[in-house]
């Protein structure tokens, strides 16, 4: 019996870890407002040099934001999940709805309201179909917002 009881605790102890670290974070920190220039240095993969994008975050300390704008004559739709201190962050952008790029950055850390950093995946399709990968690789991006320059 005392087997037992040692493994119901170990199994109780691993569970209040778990439960514990999904708990809301107490961290607190700076708004996210503006839009911002990023910087993507590639790590691996075959797309070369990407263009940088500037990126609409929207402030608040949580929620999901869409945005779109029409840059010539591509749609460019950006998806921002923000949770505690850091952002999930996707960008698409489609010609005449079809589908020819996305990036995908799912833990951006926020450093403060003017820099935000981590790591995205980038993918170029062909005929806007996921399958077919013109190239995919994985960047270290730097978010700055133009404006914070100003800023005392």
């Known amino acids: 019996m005392g ?3 040692y493994f119901l605790r170990a199994v109780l102890a ?6 514990a670290s999904c708990s809301p ?5 700076d708004p996210v407002a503006g839009t911002y220039q990023p910087l993507y240095m590639q790590m691996t993969g075959n797309c070369g040099p990407i263009n940088a994008i500037r990126v609409p ?5 949580g929620g999901v934001r869409t945005h779109q704008e029409m840059q010539f004559d591509r749609m460019i739709t950006t998806m921002v999940v923000h949770k505690g201190c850091s952002l999930r962050v ?5 010609l005449y709805g079809v589908l020819e790029s996305r ?4 833990d951006i850390a926020v450093h403060n309201s003017n820099e935000l ?10 005929n806007g179909v996921p399958q077919s990968e013109i190239c995919a690789g994985m960047y270290n991006a730097t978010f700055r917002r133009p404006d914070s ?3 005392p």
């Open 3 to 5: 087997l037992r009881a």
């Open 14 to 19: 691993v569970a209040g870890v778990a439960l």
């Open 25 to 29: 974070s107490d961290e607190v920190c």
């Open 57 to 61: 975050l929207d402030g608040g300390a």
């Open 90 to 94: 996707t960008q698409e952008v489609s």
């Open 103 to 106: 990036l995908n950055g799912e």
């Open 117 to 126: 950093s981590g790591m995205v995946s980038f993918t170029r399709f062909t």
């Open 149 to 151: 320059v100003f800023q």
